[in-house]
């Protein structure tokens, strides 16, 4: 489980607000995606976000990302 520094923290909570695309990788995968929201009310810190061709919602929870990059 990677602990993410204040500066990922910022950089995801701006892609969120600007609406920027953000590349995540977890378990081997990998996924580009425009992220929405972040969510910590349930105790575990999620991260909603829509895939940009599809239009599908996605949910991954921080804790399981191994890392994520901001590309656009």
């Known amino acids: 489980m990677p ?14 607000l600007d609406s ?3 590349v995540i990788r977890r378990r081997g995968s990998e996924f580009s995606v ?6 910590g009310t349930t105790g575990r810190e999620r991260l ?3 895939h940009p ?4 919602s996605m949910k991954f929870f921080l804790d399981e990302i191994d890392s994520f ?4």
């Open 3 to 16: 602990t993410f520094t204040p500066n990922q923290y910022d950089a995801l909570e701006r892609a969120v």
């Open 20 to 22: 920027r695309r953000i």
């Open 34 to 39: 425009i992220p929405e929201r972040l969510d």
């Open 48 to 50: 909603y976000a829509m």
């Open 53 to 56: 061709t599809t239009g599908e």
């Open 69 to 72: 990059e901001v590309v656009w």
